[in-house]
């Protein structure tokens, strides 16, 4: 079943894959490279939680917990999350869902992955070299008179900002140039519109974080005085800058990640997609509304009155297309025929979790009640139930749904559905506690709290151990997979976007003729495989390998 | 249990309310609170209802039904947007209470500082938590010495960012005499979280003018064996601190460690040494004698300091050996 000659042993050695063209290959790195920087991020956020476990010093001080929660923040941010979905399964698929042999730049690709690791590499040695303790928001005027490693790691993220806006300008070109026959924008899978979506944010919001970070570094290292109000700057203005890039990157961690579950949902309900055009036209509508709503970040910071309204009404604008979304996912399940696999459980949650984690968002559009939660504990459950219970179970989704794919072997269902539980519940006592906690007044970023608080964390600490021996059991059995894995079929799930009508693995030029697209949802010409397993097309007979 | 977990009153969600705008707050907040319950229990029901109902099984196959339906898209699309202009002109409106203070409002400055706020009433005593009347609006007109600091008092749910180089103002009235916590909300360091005040609010207007008139004078009350002590609390509160160490690493001015009968040497040249009279001058002509090594930048203290103060300086100087 699996094919000879395969992208991953097509050729062999580590210049074969250091010097790889191949966006599988690059799409295979970029997984390794980001998932181990969530193994680091995540430990940073065990040791934060571990402190909090109860009140006064635990395990460190002040100030390392200071840098821990940077760390976790940074790491998880920049190098984890933003990267995750686009560079790693986006580079992987894209291309493929598309009938082409390769994005339309390879060496741009390439070069994109070497960026990250060089990008990385300036921030994990700011930690090494004693860390940084400004959050990883960089607020002046602390991060100008702070004495930790301030510019080391924002030239990593400067550099780390180049990597991603090559992706999405690499990801623009490929689906504007290389769509196969037939495959209309209409026609395009929903995974591609969002990426298309993350892709104008990458390349349009990116530079300004450049731009930013060198006048924050300008600031330190020169004293020019754009941020520093002794020298006549304003530090409100480095807020301003910092979010016009880093709320639109808010949507370049969600906008895949809905993508995924358009793709999961639809395929593992074996049921056509309600709504295309409507999913499909709020991803732009979300990348487009995404830029006009980050000043509500600064509603407590000093921004005027008329300010705060516009940006507060502009933010509940970005509250439509998401639950248009939502009930349109809804709406496929309608008459389908659900396969509870792993991928399809983690869609699942992620209508539940990512559904508080935007409902909540209400609550924080709101000024008045802003007021209250800004800067609490309500508001890092917030975007907790974004990030994670949004983009992080949607990866998982993801990566469940394409690992056939991308190593020919499939996984333990059985496992797959026990670590899903433990995600499920230790990410909600982890963070749901820390909502209610947050509308008592608990603010963030403390390293110690007053005695109300202890019950709150204790809980929160311990859902995290929860949610880690989840993970544990992930990489577990997605390990043993690769090597103790049952054979994967070219379309075990039963897919029809292109992707699956080629070997799993993929050959090393993914297909052998290229294919004429047609409904990536209609399911119709699919029939069960006796021979291999899994489904093959009546549609797409021989244009891939076997 | 049930009344309490969907927000009607204090309990599972939101700590007591403490100020006139806080019932305002609460009220949208368990609005919003209760919208959200119904949403997520109907999205979770029709989700739950249709895994169960259409779950893969012998038998059992995908049926084809309509793929879209614009009917049903604009209806979804139309509902939930009346609902957030709803929720935000609710805000909106609720907000504007936040921010326009009564015109007759007591007004108290606020300086946010690493890591400790100080509170300046009229009369220029300096504490470091906020005493208030009852039931009288209060401004706060807020700075910051060095980072931002975010001033946030959950019973009155009022937070305002205290900005160096700027001014915030923020205000509420107090309703229930009593003692309510302080916070500061934005991240400033290491004792980001010790960074602790409290507002207290007296039982009545009077009871806080005899507190503001005992804090103006507590000089007063001091043995004079204790006078230094006097001294040592306005050296925290009124800028000194900032400028002179008291550990002998010279700052912005020179150190008071070990300065008392000390000779210094001058910026012209000549010499003076540090007794009554010098310090006297110091502080109400700083630009009278420049010690060598410093810029002549400290601010002038006349009509700050009272003479009794400046005495209890004094007596504090003498402690530092």
């Known amino acids: 079943m699996t094919p000879k000659d395969h992208y991953l042993n097509h050729t062999s050695g580590f210049a074969s894959w250091a010097f790889t063209l191949d966006h599988k290959r690059i799409g295979v790195m970029y997984l390794v490279a980001t998932l181990g920087s969530f193994l680091l991020g995540g430990l940073a956020a065990l040791a934060v939680r571990t402190e909090l476990i109860s009140r006064g010093p635990t395990i460190m001080d002040a100030d390392t917990y200071n840098k821990m929660f940077t760390l976790h923040g940074a790491v998880m941010v920049f190098l984890f999350i933003i990267p995750s979905i686009p560079a790693a399964l986006g580079n992987f698929v894209l291309p493929l869902m598309l009938g082409a042999k390769d994005v339309a730049f390879p060496r741009l690709n390439l070069m994109s992955f070497w960026l990250w690791v060089i990008g990385a590499l300036f921030c994990i040695g700011a930690v090494i070299s004693g860390g940084v303790d400004t959050g990883w928001t960089f607020y002046t005027p602390y991060s100008t008179t702070t004495n930790t490693n301030v510019i080391a790691t924002t030239l990593g993220v400067f550099i780390l900002g180049f990597s991603s806006i090559f992706t999405g300008l690499n990801f623009i070109v490929t689906i504007h140039k290389l769509r196969p026959l037939g495959m209309t924008w209409f026609k395009m899978p929903l995974f591609l519109w969002s990426l298309y979506g993350t892709a104008l944010i990458q390349v349009l919001a990116t530079p300004v974080l450049g731009i930013t970070l060198l006048l924050l570094i300008a600031e330190r290292a020169l004293g020019i005085g754009i941020f520093d109000p002794a020298l006549g700057g304003d530090p409100v203005l480095f807020q301003h800058f910092f979010w016009f890039y880093s709320h639109p990157a808010v949507y370049i961690m969600i906008l895949p990640a809905m993508g995924i579950i358009s793709e999961v949902i639809s395929i593992h309900s074996r049921k056509h997609i309600f709504g295309y055009r409507f999913i499909a036209l709020s991803s732009i509508a979300i990348a487009a509304f995404g830029f006009l709503v980050w000043g509500h970040h600064m509603f407590v910071s000093g921004q005027s009155g008329m300010a705060n309204a516009i940006f507060s009404a502009l933010t509940f604008s970005v509250a439509i297309p998401s639950a248009i979304k939502v009930f349109n996912w809804l709406a496929t399940l309608y008459k389908g025929n659900i396969h509870l696999t792993t991928a399809m459980i983690y869609a699942l949650m992620f209508i539940i979790t990512f559904g508080i984690g935007g409902l909540t968002g209400l609550h924080l559009g709101a000024l008045a009640v802003d007021v209250h939660l800004h800067d609490t504990y309500f508001v890092v459950a917030h975007f907790h139930y974004v990030m994670f219970g949004g983009t992080v179970i949607a990866l998982l989704a993801g990566l469940h749904h394409w690992w056939p794919k991308m190593f020919g072997v499939m996984i333990d269902e059985r496992l797959g559905r026990i670590a899903a539980f433990f995600i499920f519940v230790g990410f909600n006592t982890t963070f749901f506690t820390q909502f209610v906690m947050g509308s008592h007044g608990m603010p963030r970023r403390y390293y110690d709290y007053l005695p109300q608080f202890t019950v709150y964390h204790r809980i929160s600490t311990i859902g995290s151990y929860v949610m880690a021996a989840g993970f544990f059991l992930i990489a577990y059995y997605l390990l043993r997979s690769l090597f103790r894995g049952q054979a994967a079929p070219m379309n075990p799930y039963g897919g029809n976007s292109l992707e699956w009508h080629t070997a799993s693995p993929p050959p090393f030029d993914n297909f052998t003729t290229t294919p004429k697209a047609e409904d990536p949802y209609d399911y119709d010409r699919l029939v069960p495989d006796e021979v291999n397993g899994g489904y093959r097309s009546l549609t797409y007979e021989g244009v891939g390998t076997r | ?321």
Request: charged share 20%.
């Open chain 2, 1 to 321: 249990m049930l009344s309490s977990f969907i927000g009607t009153g204090p309990g599972f969600w939101l700590p007591r309310q403490g100020s006139t705008t806080a019932a305002g707050v609460d009220y949208l907040f368990n609005a919003v609170t209760a919208i959200s319950i119904f949403f997520f229990v109907l999205i979770t029901v029709v989700l739950l209802y249709f895994v169960w109902k259409y779950r893969a099984r012998p038998g059992h196959e995908a049926k084809a039904s309509a793929v879209h339906n614009q009917k049903l898209e604009i209806t979804w699309t139309v509902i939930p947007l009346m609902i957030v202009v709803w929720i935000f002109w609710e805000g909106f409106t609720g907000f504007l209470n936040l921010q326009m203070p009564p015109e007759n409002a007591y007004e108290v400055q606020v300086l946010g500082q690493k890591w400790k706020w100080l509170f300046t009433y009229p009369n220029g005593v300096v504490d470091d938590n906020l005493h208030v009347p009852p039931d009288e609006p209060i401004r706060l007109v807020m700075t910051s010495q060095d980072v931002i600091h975010s001033l946030y008092v959950p019973d009155f749910r009022i937070k305002r960012d205290a900005v160096p180089g700027r001014y915030e103002r923020e205000w509420f009235q107090a309703e229930e005499p009593g003692e309510y916590q302080i916070f500061c909300a934005e991240y400033c360091g290491t004792s980001h979280s010790a960074m602790l005040s409290k507002v207290i609010v007296h039982r009545s207007r009077a009871e806080f003018e005899k507190w503001l008139a005992d804090a103006g004078n507590f000089l007063d009350k001091l043995p004079p064996e204790k006078l230094w002590e006097g001294g040592q609390k306005l050296y925290n509160q009124r800028g000194c601190k900032q400028c002179h160490s008291v550990d002998g690493v010279a700052g912005i001015g020179p150190t008071f460690k070990g300065i008392w009968g000390h000779k210094q040497a001058l910026k012209d040249g000549s010499q003076a040494t540090v007794d009554e009279n010098y310090v006297r001058e110091s502080i109400l002509n700083p630009q009278a004698k420049i010690v060598a090594g410093f810029e002549p930048v400290m601010p002038t203290y006349q009509g700050r300091l009272k003479d009794k103060e400046i005495t209890a300086i004094i007596a504090y100087l003498k402690t530092l050996e």
